[in-house]
């Protein structure tokens, strides 16, 4: 019989869907657009519907549980709580709804933190016990592990690194509030970056990439202006955590030499001494969203156990 | 036949030596000033000698190692490493000194550490697993636990939240950097704000409250700024670590409401939603320099064991 787990990644655009082994393949993955689970009940039957059709296909697997990436997600109540980028609102019990509905058990956390594990147990963090892994989507995701253990913090709300003040009285945030790292290190944050430097209004940082490819100099500035501050946010980061190394993930951090470049630069200049060319900053090798399925699954077959 | 650990606080000014029993009292202690051992020899010597008159006044009394608290101490090296406020430059391996000279195993970790395992054995964050402890004396030290462990960082470096940048090319810092906390947020910084609020070039932050207290106008208006600019850099920690309370330690926070009331206020007006409403910040209550001495000799009985 081969041991396996669910594990799934929520985001505002796409949910995925892992079958991972005990051994940390994953052997059967699909997908689907947020907004076609208008509430959660939608989502929960879709899952649901996705492990039958699995059980059905190969009866020999034990499903071990599932584990569960989510905005927002909160490891001590498996909820959703407030989550801006989803069509769910207000605090939605995901973890014990999907129990009910198929049996399994459900360990739910942030994205973020999913991603992280997933990381530390198959990808660049893998044997490193003390790291910083960012996200860098439409927002800015972190989640940071010290000893070996994720910083879950006294209420699981942990790791909001987006939202750390960087400028106080600057950019507006989603958030409500003014100058979070968010508002300056993100996808959405560098087309206003882009355009605050005189760039056209353009709808996506993909196209300020391929701008900056084709060697524009507007938009290598606009990488090399977040790449600057997102290094000031990542020295700042060590002072309170000192982590081994440092893992970019998401989106934006696929822009590659032309962040990765600028943020080194920055990040060099902006530490104190005793940290000062011994942190790597690396870009993340997991294809796609395969860390936050992975991390995710790593939950349902229980953290400690998985780790290797 | 009792249990006791030796308990040695390193200060810049002062060294502090106790003998704490296994219950976490204190029986015994002396200090001595600091520039009194300009050679870290000279300093091993006298502790050797505190412990063997000790021994010999109570020779019932069985001793189960030295902890040491630090400024730049490293637990993982047993080493002080450059230390701009003590006389010992360089890299001092103390806990190998202490154990060479005495035979009895010694652990030594940073100063802010050892304060804020004192706190969580004995003082305000006792049953607290996920807390902040803050240190505003000259500079501003600090100690991160997190799940009920010490956030050391790979290298034993971290917790340098005096070293953040609030201030991106802001006021000079003893760390030869611009604009970290420490140079806005600790004993020696408020005389700077108060000469640059238009008051007078006073030489203590003694002097600073006194002024307050007698209701001078700019004084109160300094120790607002310092809060003003506390608040902000404590909001961005939580955001980090999430801790279920904040504790203030050091000369500074010894000025109480003066500081605590707009440290209060700016803390709650910049931390995220929520974060907010939920974590007390609080003035260390244990007297002098004791937690110092508590919790580097819980280091000594192994933090674990003695945790309660």
């Avoid at 005990?22 to 989502?43: A, V």
């Avoid at 990542?234 to 990765?260: D, R």
Wanted: with cysteine; proline share 4%.
């Amino acid at each position: 019989m081969k041991c396996v787990a669910i594990g799934i990644d929520v985001g505002g655009t796409n949910i995925s869907f892992g079958v991972v082994t005990d051994q940390g393949e994953i052997i059967y993955k699909t997908h689907s657009p947020t907004h076609q689970y208008p509430i959660p009940e939608d989502f929960v039957e879709w899952i649901s519907q996705n492990i039958v059709k699995f059980s059905v296909d190969q009866p020999n697997v034990i499903i071990q549980g599932i584990g569960v990436g989510a905005p927002n997600g909160n490891i001590h109540s498996g909820q959703i709580v407030f989550a801006p980028n989803l069509p769910w609102k207000g605090e939605i019990s995901l973890a014990q709804m999907l129990t009910t509905q198929t049996g399994l058990q459900t360990t739910l956390t942030n994205d973020a933190n999913a991603a992280a594990w997933g990381e530390m147990l198959y990808g660049a963090a893998r044997g490193c016990k003390d790291f910083l892994f960012i996200t860098l989507g439409t927002g800015l995701g972190s989640g940071i592990v010290s000893g070996g253990e994720m910083i879950y913090g006294h209420d699981g709300f942990a790791g909001e690194v987006g939202h750390m003040i960087l400028f106080p009285e600057g950019r507006d945030c989603g958030c409500g509030r003014k100058g979070c790292v968010e508002a300056y290190c993100s996808a959405s944050a560098i087309l206003l970056t882009y355009y605050e430097l005189g760039g056209e209004n353009v709808c996506s940082a993909q196209e300020i990439f391929n701008r900056a490819q084709q060697g524009e100099g507007l938009a290598i500035q606009a990488f090399e202006q977040t790449g600057n501050w997102l290094g000031l946010v990542l020295a700042n980061c060590v002072a309170v955590t000192s982590p081994e190394k440092i893992i970019l993930f998401g989106g934006l951090a696929q822009a590659g030499e032309v962040l990765l470049s600028p943020t080194i630069k920055s990040f060099e200049n902006n530490l104190l001494t005793i940290y000062r060319n011994k942190i790597p900053i690396i870009i993340s090798q997991l294809p796609g969203n395969d860390s936050a399925i992975l991390g995710a699954a790593a939950l349902a077959f229980g953290t400690k156990a998985s780790r290797r």
